[in-house]
């Protein structure tokens, strides 16, 4: 029963994180931040890139990410040939 426990926890502490609610970057962890809509105080965990494709896992969780989004919204951002706007989340998806 033991092995089993530790099994499961190995398999939760290593899966990566999926559209996972968060009211913070800390609800997300190392190389994701939490993407709010525009005034918005919760919103979903997503891998931030350090350039198209390559994951930047040394970002940390920001301080400021506690507050809710007070940013209008934009109507429309070009983004990088294979990405989309996403007008919910304000940024640049896959």
Do not use: H
């Not at 559209?19 to 965990?45: H, L, N, P, R």
């Not at 989309?84 to 640049?92: A, I, P, R, T, V």
Request: hydrophobic share 35%; charged share 15%.
């Amino acid at each position: 029963m033991k092995t089993i426990t530790i099994m499961l926890f190995m398999v939760f502490l290593f899966s990566p994180i999926v559209a996972f609610c968060c009211s913070s970057d800390f609800d997300c962890g190392i190389g994701y931040k939490c993407a709010k809509g525009s005034y918005q105080s919760t919103g979903v965990c997503v891998q931030v890139e350090r350039s198209l494709g390559v994951p930047d896992v040394t970002r940390m969780p920001k301080t400021d990410s506690i507050y809710p989004n007070m940013k209008p919204a934009k109507a429309y951002q070009s983004c990088p040939i294979g990405y989309n706007w996403s007008y919910d989340l304000q940024m640049c998806v896959r």
